[in-house]
């Protein structure tokens, strides 16, 4: 029995990117945005316990827009200097994707 070939997708490849964020030890940290509805889904984890949150998803090339979800509180990325206003009146982090 032959194996056949599966066909080519032409999907962008996805990239690693990592999120970031500083909150108290214990709290409850995740990441929101243009790339999952804006769901806050993607937990950030604590590793070491010492306020360092760290959670990685995989991202197709592309612009995003997104905030942080720390304790219920909706916070823009505050070591990305980058932000855009949102109908709400406040700001957006943005993160770029750059294709391989």
Known sequence: MSRKAMPK???PVRRRITFQAIA???SN????GTFN????????CDKNNDGVYTGILMLEPGTYEYKLV???EWRVDENNP???PN???TLNS???VEPF
């Open 9 to 11: 997708t032409n999907r």
């Open 24 to 26: 108290a030890p214990g």
């Open 29 to 32: 940290v995740f990441v929101a």
């Open 37 to 44: 509805n804006w769901q806050p889904a993607k937990e950030l």
């Open 70 to 72: 720390v304790n219920g």
């Open 82 to 84: 980058n932000f855009v």
């Open 87 to 89: 109908e709400l009146g």
């Open 94 to 96: 943005v993160i770029v």
